[in-house]
Nanobody, 125 residues
Framework: QVQFLESGGGQVQAGGSLRVSCATS????????MGWFRQAPGKEREFVAA????????AYADSVKGRFTISRDNAKNTVYLQMNSLKPEDTAVYYC??????????????????WGQGTQVTVSS
């Protein structure tokens, strides 16, 4: 079973930047999509961003479009989420996920087959 190691979370002031990473134990090019989701206390897990197998296609939630960038390095089996202009409402646990299906980018949690353990991102005002 694939394992994930997420890192890079932490605390930052509003307007700051963070980059979270997700390293996997398997070759991630075997997965069609890699995605990032987040879950704030008392809220459902929500889609943040997704990227296709070789990075040619990406998708973003409207709330992060223009501020966050997803990328992947298949040689390093790692997916990244660069987060700029952070807002307090971005505070959440961020999860990376892998999708086996080649039927397009997944934007729903049910579209994904494997999940990381999450990393906390806290944005203070």
């Amino acid at each position: 079973q694939v394992q994930f190691l997420e890192s890079g979370g932490g605390q930052v002031q509003a307007g700051g930047s963070l980059r979270v990473s997700c390293a996997t134990s398997e070759r991630i090019y075997s997965y069609y999509s890699m995605g990032w989701f987040r879950q704030a206390p008392g809220k459902e897990r929500e889609f943040v961003a997704a990227i296709s197998r070789y990075g040619g296609s990406t998708a973003y939630a409207d709330s992060v479009k223009g501020r966050f960038t997803i990328s992947r390095d298949n040689a390093k089996n790692t997916v990244y989420l660069q987060m700029n202009s952070l807002k307090p409402e971005d505070t959440a646990v961020y999860y990376c996920a892998a999708r086996i299906s080649n039927l397009g980018l997944g934007i729903k949690a049910d579209d994904y087959n494997a999940w990381g353990q999450g990393t906390q991102v806290t944005v203070s005002s």
